[in-house]
């Protein structure tokens, strides 16, 4: 059975930083696309960030050049680190793969933003 297990949410001041972490246990082959979304309260669910098999990078626009994500394919764990956090990126964040087959959600983790 295919588990993600997000971590390394909390409660930071403004202008801080996090880095969250998402591992992948399990048996999930064919790995495309691993990423980051999240839901702020009343909201629906956003994509924060994306990285490719072979790559390849995208952001939402609030967040570039002030969030990271990068993925490490031997440990199938995918990171977020995030900088420069404003009250506005509060909410919980989700981790999601893609494989040829199916889509798979973690838990989520949540980044509170306050002072």
């Known amino acids: 059975q295919v588990q993600l297990v997000e971590s390394g949410g909390g409660l930071v001041q403004p202008g801080g930083s996090l880095r969250l972490s998402c591992a992948v246990s399990g048996s999930i082959s064919s790995v495309n696309t691993m990423g980051w979304y999240r839901q702020a309260p009343g909201k629906q669910r956003e994509l924060v960030a994306t990285?490719?098999?072979?790559?390849?990078?995208g952001y939402a626009e609030p967040v570039k050049d002030r969030f990271i994500i990068s993925r490490d394919n031997a440990k199938n764990t995918v990171y977020l680190q995030m900088s420069s956090l404003k009250p506005e990126d509060t909410g919980v964040y989700y981790c999601?793969?893609?494989?040829?087959?199916?889509?798979?959600w973690g838990q989520g983790t949540q980044v509170t933003v306050s002072s």
């Open positions: 999601n793969v893609r494989t040829t087959a199916r889509a798979y």
């Open positions: 990285e490719t098999s072979s790559g390849n990078r």
